[in-house]
């Protein structure tokens, strides 16, 4: 059942290769397709990449032989040959950037740097192109560490604003690969503001530029301490709901995931509600049809038929969140247990630590056995 919902297959288009690596591994963990194809979708990714010694092991472990084709063999040497070509190109720049006390000598003013390097150390224009050829195989090769300070000090660099923001959206996924997600939230921000801008190359890849945007920021989001509340705030924005509405309704899932369990942009929450129903029958997904179901059609029996296919997706412990908060107005404890598919001495203690962990005003009547709370303060 899981592996009907699984959106792989949708957000994969969107992503940089490289990002699509920690899908797989995700999808191998939960076990939700056979270990085989899984290993032949890495190799068929790494065919495409400079991991070559990645692609050498996962081949061995998929056929349980030391054995590997001829064309990984020799896939490998063309790679380290031409690394040693990029190196060599870039060697004046490379030899300065490893030289703390050169590196010193950068300003934030790019012309005088330009002009200094130019001066001092021979380094022009094809040299720091060069870098960017390196930074670039550096990532292909897998080493996101060195080609991030690479893509960085190219950017800072460039006068190429195509190549410049090339770099920006390869630091962005080797940021991500890294797992740093302060920094890798810096540069989504910093790729926002470029593609948000009037000067965007054209309206057509403004709308490419968020579908990308957004199907990458998911690591970021669902990592970072505040990312609930930040893909709330990017994904609500008019141009960005525009865009999910037209081209990526699948987003959808995301945005009402950080919603239930994001308190602090509830205020929002009725708006999102109304895009719920104005796609509920374009687009289907178990998460955002139980919100339909508790809040547009009011239909409880249905949400909770949708509750047990949200807890196939790993959505159980928000989906019932919500389906107590849309029982606990009118329906005594007995109901709300058996819509929660709990007995009732577990369905008190469940509700009890949800009203304590999610601070509602709310409490438990044991002598009527009913749930009293404040309508004026529920933040739904």
């Known amino acids: 059942m899981a592996a009907k919902y699984d959106l792989t297959q949708r957000i994969a288009p969107q992503l940089d290769r490289h990002l699509v690596f920690p899908l797989l591994e995700f999808l191998q963990e939960r076990g939700l397709y056979a270990e085989e194809d899984i290993l032949k979708a890495k190799i068929e990714l790494l065919n495409h990449t400079n991991m070559v010694d990645y692609a050498m092991d996962i081949h061995k472990s ?10 990984m063999v020799d896939r490998r040497v063309e790679v380290v040959a031409r690394l040693k ?5 870039a060697a004046p720049i490379l030899t ?5 006390n050169a590196v010193q000598e950068l300003r934030t003013d790019k012309q005088h740097d330009l002009q200094m390097l130019s ?22 090769c897998g080493n996101y560490s060195g080609a991030a300070d690479y893509l960085y000090r190219y950017r800072a660099l460039s006068t190429n604003s195509e190549r410049s923001l090339s770099a920006l959206w390869g630091k962005l996924a080797a940021e991500i690969l890294m797992q740093n997600w302060d920094i890798a939230l810096e540069e989504l921000n910093r790729l926002k503001e470029i593609i948000d801008s009037k000067s965007f190359s054209s309206p057509l890849n403004q709308v490419q530029g968020r579908i990308w945007l957004m199907h990458w920021s998911l ?13 709330i705030d990017l ?30 942009r509830r205020p929002q929450f009725k ?8 796609e509920q029958y374009s687009y289907e997904d178990p998460i955002t049809e139980f919100l339909a179901c508790v809040y547009v059609n009011y239909d409880f029996d249905g949400a909770q038929k949708k509750m047990k296919v949200c807890e196939e997706v790993r959505f159980l412990t928000w989906s019932k969140t919500i389906s107590f908060l849309g029982y606990a107005f009118s329906k005594e404890m007995t109901v709300l247990a058996e819509k929660l598919n709990l007995n009732y001495d577990e369905a008190e203690r469940w509700i009890v630590n949800l009203i304590r962990t999610s601070k509602l005003d709310a409490k438990i009547d044991t002598q009527t056995g009913t749930i009293v709370m404040e309508p004026n303060h529920l933040d739904v």
Request: aromatic fraction near 16%; hydrophobic fraction near 35%.
């Open 62 to 71: 998929l056929y349980h032989s030391d054995d590997v084709p001829h064309e």
């Open 85 to 89: 070509s990029l190196e060599e190109a």
């Open 96 to 100: 300065f950037l490893h030289n703390p």
């Open 119 to 140: 001066d001092r150390y021979q380094i022009g224009t094809e040299q720091i192109e060069a870098l960017y050829q390196y930074a670039k195989f550096q990532f292909e």
């Open 219 to 231: 690591f970021i989001f669902f990592n970072h301490d505040n990312g609930r509340t930040q893909i």
């Open 235 to 264: 994904f609500n924005q008019d141009k960005y709901l525009n865009t999910i509405q037209t081209n990526a309704p699948h987003l959808l899932r995301y945005l009402a995931t950080a919603f239930i369990v994001n308190k602090r």
């Open 271 to 278: 708006d999102f509600i109304k895009v719920i129903q104005q």
